[in-house]
């Protein structure tokens, strides 16, 4: 598990709604779905499984909880870093960089998110958290293209609703190959190309 998910464990709220989310969280995040278990949760928690059910009477309704609070730490660690960028032309030459390194730091996470995407087909109540997950990522690109056309200095060649899709699938599908290979020459090598395809998709404004 990587330093910054470390850093993310063990900060569980006292509530015992909030210890059973965390629990759950850390759970996926070191067994996968399918070596968690509502008994494993509620034991590592210290809670009833009673008490357990009261606050999610099924395990998809949990996990769906705990994959939300993953998310949460993902999108804040992407938007922190995206952030720091502040010249609107390195934005858009490195900004997917960024992101990627943020994606590394956190594979483990990242690493549940794909397994949801697996289990997701199976189920109908995971199927319908699958539209807020990807949501929460696209709002992070949204918010890095308004940074850009609020600056004034470079304007976008394409419409955001190609460019925002192209950007997140690009980012998830590097993700998703280092998450399973662990490769990260190859996919610094791939992302190289970005720096010319910028060229595409923003030009200078003329002064």
């Not at 709604?17 to 965390?22: E, F, G, H, N, T």
């Not at 949204?142 to 200095?153: A, F, H, I, N, T």
Request: negative net charge; proline residues 4%.
């Amino acid at each position: 598990m990587t330093q910054g998910v470390r850093q993310g464990l063990g900060k569980a709220k006292g509530a015992p709604r909030d210890l059973i989310v965390q629990a759950a969280a850390d759970s996926l995040l070191e067994n996968g779905y399918a070596g968690t278990s509502v008994r494993s949760i509620a034991s590592r928690a210290g809670v009833a499984i009673g008490n357990l059910q009261y606050y999610f009477p099924t395990k998809s309704a949990l996990l769906i909880e705990a994959w939300r609070e993953l998310t949460d730490r993902s999108v804040e660690e992407l938007r922190g870093s995206l952030n720091q960028l502040s010249d609107p032309l390195w934005v858009i030459e490195h900004g997917i960089v960024s992101i990627w390194d943020s994606l590394r730091r956190l594979g483990d996470i990242q690493l549940a998110a794909f397994d949801l995407l697996v289990q997701a087909p199976k189920q109908e109540s995971l199927q319908a958290f699958l539209p807020e997950l990807f949501a929460r990522y696209r709002d992070v690109v949204e918010e890095q293209l308004d940074r850009l056309e609020q600056d004034g200095r470079v304007r976008l060649k394409i419409e955001r609703e190609v460019l925002v899709p192209l950007v997140l699938n690009t980012v998830l599908g590097f993700g998703l190959y280092y998450v399973v290979t662990r490769d990260e020459e190859s996919c610094l090598r791939a992302l190289s190309a970005w720096r010319e395809l910028a060229g595409s998709v923003v030009e200078p404004v003329p002064v």
